[in-house]
């Protein structure tokens, strides 16, 4: 069945520094990939997503490209700040029997140092 | 706002009791989840509903049922509570849209089970 896989935490990162967030998946059909984050004490909430190959979502200056050829959808930022601290799920929704089902990864913690 | 409510922020039962947990959701979304979310193992689908009456099982069904009796509201019983069962429970739902796949979680519902 499709699968999540993403890189295990916990990240730390000193402030202005650049984050990757490794995310690969694995689906019979066409997903859509989504980044979520949750905040220390709140739920999930979606950060950016793309829908298409080759599509690249952005939000408050994370990116993420899907990459078909590669299953792939990294999550980036060039300069993290205190204020991302927080667990990041990466997510692909699957379309396949109609219905909308999203399957989740475990989740990466990040910590960012001032 | 898209609002998803959970009924309670805390919750402690004890072993063999049976657990309501509630969920109401604001925007008139068709498909409705509820997932478990344990530490090492992100978000595991437990059950989702696409129509009122309506429910599919997700990866974790075991031990857990479900309700949807009105669109709006979507409620995971545990029949008969057990240790394992301590977690947290989010809430979600989502509108059948191609163009807008987005979930809208609660802020979960910590259960303990003694």
């Known amino acids: 069945g499709d699968s999540v896989t993403q890189m295990e935490g916990p990240v730390t990162l000193s402030e202005e520094a650049c984050l990757t967030i490794n995310c690969t998946y694995t689906a019979t059909g066409y997903p859509s990939l989504f980044w979520y984050v949750q905040y220390p004490g709140e739920g999930l909430q979606l950060l950016l997503k793309?829908?298409?190959?080759?599509d690249k979502g952005s939000n408050k200056g994370f990116e993420a490209t899907y990459r078909k050829e590669t299953t792939s959808f990294h999550l980036e930022k060039g300069s993290v700040q205190v204020s991302d601290s927080a667990v990041y799920f990466c997510a692909l929704s699957d379309r396949s029997s109609g219905t909308y089902k999203y399957i989740f990864g475990t989740g990466t913690r990040l910590k960012v140092l001032a | 706002d898209v609002k998803v409510t959970q009924s309670s922020r805390y919750l402690v039962k004890r072993t063999g009791e049976k657990v309501f947990l509630e969920c109401v959701q604001d925007m008139d979304h068709e498909n409705m989840f509820w997932y478990r979310q344990d530490p090492g193992l992100g978000l595991r689908l437990i059950y989702f509903?696409?129509?009122?009456?309506?429910?599919e099982k997700g990866d974790i069904p075991e031990g857990y049922s479900v309700s949807r009796e009105k669109k709006e509201r979507f409620s995971l019983i545990l029949e008969s509570a057990s240790t394992n069962q301590t977690s947290m429970y989010l809430c979600?739902?989502?509108?059948?849209?191609?163009?807008?796949?987005?979930?809208?979680f609660g802020s979960g519902t910590q259960l303990s089970v003694l």
């Open positions: 793309a829908t298409k190959a080759d």
């Open positions: 979600a739902s989502s509108p059948v849209s191609a163009t807008n796949e987005k979930l809208f």
């Open positions: 509903s696409y129509d009122v009456k309506m429910k």
